[in-house]
């Protein structure tokens, strides 16, 4: 088995944190991963804003607005299609299913997942973004990346 894929990241501003996914958004493209992203973290903690960083790089010139309503953004302007999914108003991987996730698996893009703890059970090995604020400090974000299969990744 692989090892663990693990970083943490502090960011100090939301300019930060899109450059951030960024990054990740980079080295999905330079090694062709198409990783399943499962985001974490409280509302106002800065998962759009990750994932506005990787639309920049796998999907330039979209507009990343929060799926909330839609429950699913589409961003295929790029090479890699990237979906981006906000989970918040399900109740279980069941409802998933019924959105079409299996429609977006067969496309062959990178799926990010917000609110993914209410799905967990319909993702594959995904890649963990944990987005946490500070205590001390409310504009410092802590970001943790982990993954059981995507130790070639490196920030």
């Excluded at 961003?75 to 108003?89: A, E, I, N, T, V």
């Excluded at 079409?100 to 059970?121: H, I, M, Q």
């Amino acid at each position: 088995m692989n090892e663990q894929y693990a970083i943490d990241i502090v960011t100090r501003n939301a300019e930060e944190t899109e450059a951030a996914g960024r990054r990740l958004g980079e080295i999905i493209r330079d090694t062709g991963a198409r990783p399943f992203i499962a985001l974490y973290g409280d509302l106002g903690a800065g998962k759009t804003v990750f994932v506005r960083g990787l639309a920049a790089i796998l999907s330039p010139g979209s507009r990343v607005k929060s799926p909330t309503y839609t429950l699913v953004n589409e961003y295929p302007q790029g090479r890699l299609p990237l979906f981006h999914f906000d989970m918040y108003r399900l109740r279980d991987a069941e409802e998933l299913f019924d959105l079409g996730w299996e429609d977006y698996l067969d496309r062959g893009g990178v799926c990010a997942v917000e609110w993914s703890e209410n799905v967990w059970d319909a993702l594959e090995n995904p890649l963990v973004v944990a987005i946490d604020r500070d205590p001390a400090d409310e504009s410092l974000r802590h970001i943790s990346i982990t993954g059981g299969r995507y130790e070639n990744l490196s920030l």
